[in-house]
């Protein structure tokens, strides 16, 4: 291909995609078009590279965010088992009363 224009350049680039454009640059095909190719080349490496940031960065927040959720259920649960833990103790403390009450009135009727 023997083209200066930009744009058929990138039309062209668009339809043979990143692999073969980077072999037809080796074998000198674009001519006169070849920094076209190469800026096309280098605008998809750069385009591939933000979407893997973005990708990863949006990785990041979800566990982040579950991160939170398993903290919040955490805490929940462990007010879940204090508050149990008390009640359990006030019954244990109350069936202790129940007892002496019991063991008193025996005794002493």
Same mark, same amino acid.
């Given at each position: 291909?023997?083209?200066?224009?930009?744009?058929?350049?990138?039309?062209?680039?668009? &339809?043979?995609? %990143?692999?073969?454009? #980077?072999?037809?640059?080796?074998?000198?095909?674009?001519?006169?078009? &070849?920094?076209?190719?190469?800026?096309?080349?280098?605008? #998809?490496?750069?385009?591939?590279?933000? !979407?893997? %940031? *973005?990708? !990863?960065?949006?990785?990041?927040?979800?566990?982040?965010?579950?991160? !939170?959720?398993?903290?919040?259920?955490?805490?929940?649960?462990?007010?879940?088992? #204090? *508050? @149990?833990?008390?009640?359990?103790?006030?019954?244990?403390?109350?069936?202790? @009363?129940?007892?002496?009450? *019991?063991?008193?009135?025996?005794?002493?009727?």
């Amino acid at each position: 291909m023997i083209t200066d224009s930009r744009e058929d350049v990138r039309r062209e680039c668009e &339809k043979l995609g %990143e692999a073969v454009v #980077q072999a037809k640059l080796e074998s000198e095909h674009f001519g006169t078009g &070849k920094a076209f190719a190469w800026e096309w080349l280098l605008e #998809q490496h750069h385009r591939r590279r933000r !979407e893997g %940031e *973005s990708a !990863e960065l949006e990785r990041v927040e979800r566990v982040l965010k579950a991160a !939170e959720d398993s903290a919040g259920a955490a805490r929940a649960a462990a007010a879940g088992a #204090q *508050s @149990a833990a008390r009640w359990t103790m006030v019954a244990a403390l109350s069936a202790a @009363a129940a007892v002496i009450v *019991s063991l008193a009135k025996y005794w002493w009727t």
